[in-house]
């Protein structure tokens, strides 16, 4: 990869490849893609606390008249905003008759079961008990103490965002058959980047990592990247992996167009499915940003660009949720290399 020069970056988001490189010429990662190094940057993030807190889904699904429901752990939980509008939630499932609350309508700030209509407003009610709930503005947060198993916290890891008035939105979910740890480790090995998504990235350079090389930490995997836009246009970026905590990975742009971007990846386990298998959704934000005047345009298109974004996560987490399916698969036999 030829990286724009830092001192250009701003100007010419763009660059033109001169000689693009076929897919099977383009230069090996697996050497550097040691399964130790990502095995240690995994082992420490499922170290790192989450005060048991779990993401449910998107802001934009706890409407005013219906509930956000999902399922963690095999506990089904359900999520509405009071009269106040402040979210509130607990069990997914009626105290009177064990109905399914996810179907039940919001009235007044009341959540009423639509098989015989028991209200709950958020209070204990017949062994019916709430639960902590958090909006952070993009993404739902339940607290299930029971499940994490951790010391609780107030409220979760919430990553620093650009500023959401000035930046574009866009929140995909998907479920795979695997742990949250396979989706983490998939996550934490950007050297696969170019070769299993090569109708997105080009030119990937890993140059930094937390095996002590380049400029890498114990914590940070930091690529060198292009973009595909189209044909041989590509955008050049740094962009940096973290973890901070055991279900999440955030890739941030740090130089290049749309510095100060982030995509958030959150791994929420669903429970075993009918064979036993364990299931997780992935829950991805992207928070797009650019200081180019442009980009007010590009916002006030966000109801129309939204499904574009989604839909090229989904593009990429086809590939990436058939790594981390398979990686549980060989995991589960005892087959797993390294």
């Excluded at 988001?13 to 010429?25: A, D, N, Y």
């Excluded at 364990?278 to 298109?301: H, I, K, M, N, Y």
Aim: with cysteine.
């Amino acid at each position: 990869m030829n990286p724009v020069p830092p001192g250009r970056r701003g100007r010419l988001p763009l660059s033109l490849r001169r000689r693009p490189v076929p897919w099977e010429r383009q230069r090996p990662t697996w050497r550097d893609a040691r399964p130790g190094v990502i095995a240690g940057a995994l082992e420490r993030a499922r170290a790192r606390p989450s005060g048991n807190w779990y993401v449910v889904g998107a802001s934009a699904g706890l409407r005013g008249d219906r509930p956000l429901a999902g399922t963690v752990a095999g506990r089904e939980v359900v999520v509405w905003r009071g009269p106040d509008g402040r979210p509130v939630g607990g069990p997914g499932a009626c105290p009177h008759l064990g109905a399914p609350l996810r179907d039940s309508p919001v009235r007044c700030g009341t959540l009423r079961c639509h098989w015989h209509g028991l209200a709950l407003d958020g209070s204990p009610y017949a062994g019916w008990a709430p639960l902590p709930v958090h909006d952070d503005g993009l993404l739902v947060w339940v607290r299930l103490d029971e499940v994490g198993g951790e010391a609780p916290s107030d409220a979760p890891v919430v990553v620093r965002r650009p500023e959401r008035a000035r930046a574009l939105t866009a929140v995909y979910t998907g479920t795979g058959v695997c742990e949250a740890e396979d989706v983490v480790a998939n996550r934490l090995d950007p050297w696969h980047g170019a070769w299993l998504h090569p109708y997105s990235f080009v030119d990937l350079a890993v140059v930094g990592s937390p095996d002590g090389s380049g400029s890498g930490t114990e914590d940070a995997f930091t690529v060198d990247v292009s973009f595909k836009v189209a044909g041989r246009l590509v955008v050049p970026v740094r962009a940096v992996f973290t973890a901070p905590g055991p279900r999440t990975v955030v890739m941030r742009i740090t130089e290049g167009e749309g510095a100060g971007s982030v995509v958030e990846t959150h791994a929420t386990p669903l429970g075993p499915d009918q064979r036993g298998r364990p299931r997780t959704v992935v829950t991805e934000a992207v928070v797009a940003t650019s200081d180019r005047l442009g980009f007010a345009v590009v916002r006030r298109a966000a109801p129309l660009l939204r499904p574009l974004v989604r839909t090229a996560s989904g593009r990429l987490w086809r590939d990436d949720l058939a790594y981390a399916e398979r990686r549980w698969r060989l995991r589960s036999a005892g087959r797993l290399p390294g």
